[in-house]
């Protein structure tokens, strides 16, 4: 089993950029395919981005494609959005999750984060 913590959430004005983490532990991370989640106040959960567990394929919702970038370094047991050009719909809680076998667009994963807030302003 493995533990996600997630960090880098914060205020930013529209058009920054915030990097965010999602650390593991229990587990090494290059067993897992990750991705990352959102959720806005009243909306469902939606994936942003997945990641394989070399980091040679990667997947992102349409509503991020050319701004957020999602990345990995095995060796830190670590996952990370860089999240650039930043909108006001970008404002939600953001989790990591983890799975076996990397599926671009599912939304089944088995582990999860707390999550963190990312507010951006108009």
């Known amino acids: 089993q493995v533990q996600l913590v997630e960090s880098g959430g914060g205020l930013v004005q529209a058009g920054g950029s915030l990097r965010l983490s999602c650390a593991a532990s229990?587990?090494?991370?290059?067993?897992?395919?990750m991705g990352w989640f959102r959720q806005a106040p009243g909306k469902e959960r939606e994936l942003v981005a997945a990641?394989?567990?070399?980091?040679?394929?990667?997947y992102y919702a349409d509503s991020v494609k050319g701004r957020f970038t999602i990345s990995r370094d095995n060796a830190k047991n670590t996952v990370y959005l860089q999240m650039n050009s930043l909108k006001p719909e970008d404002t939600a809680v953001y989790y990591c999750?983890?799975?076996?076998?990397?599926?671009?667009?599912?939304?089944?994963?088995?582990?999860w984060g707390q999550g963190t807030q990312v507010i951006v302003s108009s």
């Open positions: 229990g587990r090494t991370l290059s067993s897992y395919a």
């Open positions: 999750a983890a799975r076996s076998r990397f599926r671009p667009a599912t939304k089944n994963y088995d582990y």
């Open positions: 990641i394989n567990w070399s980091g040679g394929s990667t």
